[in-house]
């Protein structure tokens, strides 16, 4: 996938998730995607490179930037608990759309009860 078509998977399955928004907070140049006012998802470009930046648990985060090397850690962001998707590589769509979902999950995990649109334990595994 070129850069474009990365960003665009990911914000396809990203408006798929309950209570999802899209906010430009940076700016038009940067596409912040929230549930609950709690960030799960960015698109950025840099140095001419568009990137999809994810929330990931920190051991999820080393072993995927192991697995694969269109993976590093989130550009301007924690690097234990942020990865950044690159284009060109080896993600399938498929892997992409559940990078986001994962994402999600563990913002939503992060919510008050009373906030969550969906059980992050259960939302999404192994359908859609």
């Known amino acids: ?9 990911a914000a396809m399955r990203a408006r798929e998730l309950p209570a999802t928004t899209l906010e430009f907070p940076f700016g ?5 995607y929230k549930v609950r006012g709690k ?9 001419d490179e568009r990137r999809v930046v ?7 985060s080393l072993a ?3 697995a694969h090397e269109d993976i590093t850690p989130g550009y301007h962001m ?20 559940e990078l986001v979902t994962e994402s999600y999950r563990l913002v939503v995990a992060g919510l008050p009860i009373a906030q969550r649109p969906v ?10």
């Not at 994810?54 to 999820?60: F, N, Q, R, T």
């Not at 924690?78 to 399938?92: A, D, E, F, V, Y």
């Not at 059980?119 to 859609?128: C, L, M, N, S, T």
């Open 1 to 9: 996938m070129n850069g474009r078509e990365l960003q665009r998977c």
């Open 64 to 66: 995927l930037r192991d």
């Open 54 to 60: 994810l929330k990931a648990s920190p051991s999820d």
């Open 28 to 32: 038009r140049d940067v596409d912040v």
């Open 78 to 97: 924690n690097k234990r608990h942020w990865i950044s998707l690159h284009p060109g590589g080896t993600l399938s769509p498929d892997m992409v759309e």
């Open 119 to 128: 059980e992050p334990h259960a939302f999404g595994r192994g359908q859609r």
């Open 39 to 47: 960030v799960f998802m960015l698109h950025t470009e840099v140095e």
